[in-house]
């Protein structure tokens, strides 16, 4: 295999520099922050087109935002950073927060960026599945200057493919907090340190009787993108969460799907798991929303 040697790596602070360069060269220029994404693609030659490498280190996208309704986290800040910050440990989005621990080694997470986990748009991330199932929308900026939001369920088109046109930029991504919903992520893995079989992301809400009032499921690892789980999603509303009721709703809901094998897992090994990833997260976020009424009520 031919070794990658790029022509240019582009490091700057002038974003229109960074952008055009983004657009002028196209399919031969890919823009970079952590890079370890980047790496994966480059060692196993998926990218021999690309010449022009554009750091986005340098063009002020390492930020948080934190207010009462919503968390916006710029499109460089490092994964262990926002870890530490405890910013989605509450309010709704402990999903991202479970998401971000199961991304070992922590040498990776001190390098990998939030941007870069949105935008390699590959089956075997994990936060992608966690901020879908939060309701995240992405700021997306282009080489005319021009701003735009975009649901980030809108955002994925297939493996390698987003919304991103030529000279486009992912710039933050942003969540709503939720006061009564509640939620959680499991991955599976072949090891504690490996990528996804599968993830599961759950956001819900309880009523008063215990039953879900709410709930929104996307699955990573089993299609070619984040998949939401509407089947599931209606057949657990208005359910108590209970082991067996998540586990037949999950049976059910998949029973037709011809799940996306990889070299580590087959389909049909995928979907004899897929009912407890399910199942656990399901129940985890159910956990974290009865302790959250709890509160409120005392």
Known sequence: MPIFRPKEFLYTEDRDLALQKLKSEGKRAHAIAGGTGFYELAKRGYIPEVKHLISLMKLGLDYVKNDQSALTIGATVRLQSLLDSGLCDGNGLEAIGDALREIRPVQVRNVATVGGEICISVPIVDLPTSLLACGASVKIVSAENREANLDLEDFYIDAFLTSLKYGDIVKEVTVS??????????????????????????????REDGKVGSIRTFLGGIKRTPMRALEFEKKLTGKRPDEKIIVDAAEDAFSKEKLLPSVHGSSEYKMAVLPIVLRDCVMEASKRATAEIQKVDE
């Open 177 to 206: 907090k939720k006061s009564r919903e509640r939620s959680a992520f499991v991955k599976l893995g072949r090891t504690a340190y490996d990528f996804n079989l599968i993830n599961a992301a759950v956001s819900l809400s309880l």
